[in-house]
């Protein structure tokens, strides 16, 4: 995906942009690519794979959340800073917490943050399980992008979304992880709201984003410690 491809499918998605935001996405990709040199970021290096497989496809968010507003978000196991980063760049109203287990991540993250002079937004070290049991109910939107199985997301995630607020699953096909998650989201007293399938342009590779909207406060038990947890920790 070339630069004015990109753009294209910002005006498809109704996702307005000023010059500075460009710039910064530009910047971004400068520093993902010097910083991969060091740190196992990313396997997609390429300028027109990352704008297509990162940059748009963390902005995919949009087709199923209204982010032009003063919302709290939290990105797990945000990683190379997919799809936090590219939120915050395009939608400077939101306040956004990174969360990444790897400190080597969340300094490459930090740098970024400070050398794209982004406000509002920061990284943090931590396990999400870990982050939940002292953050209850603190954001209006928990995504993942490619982390983990549903059931454990579910069970990591929800304690720290406030009541009526959205988990967003960011997935490939994941028809049998929606089907065999119907009695943890009973448990959790959540339920998917809408499912959103799609392609990526131009490579046509599967997508869905999982809108899970949580009912009423989560039981004390959760997040549960469990071994499958900590082998995923994210």
């Not at 929800?158 to 699953?169: Q, R, Y």
């Not at 009695?183 to 007293?189: D, G, I």
């Not at 989560?218 to 900590?230: F, V, W």
Request: charged letters at 30%; a positive charge.
């Amino acid at each position: 995906m070339n630069k004015e491809e990109f753009l294209q499918q910002l005006k498809l998605l109704k996702i307005n942009y000023t010059e500075e935001m460009l710039k910064k996405l530009d910047l971004f990709y400068e520093l993902l690519i010097e910083w991969n040199k060091k740190i196992n970021l990313t396997a997609i290096t390429s300028y027109e794979e990352v704008y297509l497989k990162h940059f748009y496809d963390s902005l995919t968010l949009a087709k199923v959340i209204d982010l032009d507003k003063n919302l709290k978000l939290c990105d797990v196991g945000t990683g190379a800073g997919f799809p936090g980063i590219v939120l915050k760049i395009f939608f400077p109203k939101l306040e956004i917490t990174l969360i990444d287990s790897l400190k080597k991540r969340v300094d490459y993250l930090n740098m970024v943050i400070n050398s794209l002079n982004l406000q509002g937004i920061k990284a943090i070290h931590e396990r999400m399980e870990d982050y939940s049991l002292v953050n209850e109910e603190q954001f209006d939107i928990i995504t993942a992008r490619a982390v983990a199985n549903m059931n454990i997301l579910l069970e990591i995630c929800i304690k720290s979304l406030k009541i009526n607020g959205k988990l967003v699953l960011m997935k490939a096909n994941c028809e049998e992880e929606i089907l065999n998650s119907k009695k943890v989201q009973k448990e959790l007293m959540c339920q998917i709201e809408k499912i959103e399938k799609f392609t990526l342009p131009k490579e046509n590779s599967h997508r869905t984003l999982i809108v899970i909207n949580k009912n009423s406060k989560t039981p004390s038990k959760y997040p549960r410690r469990m071994d499958k947890i900590r082998k995923n920790s994210i």
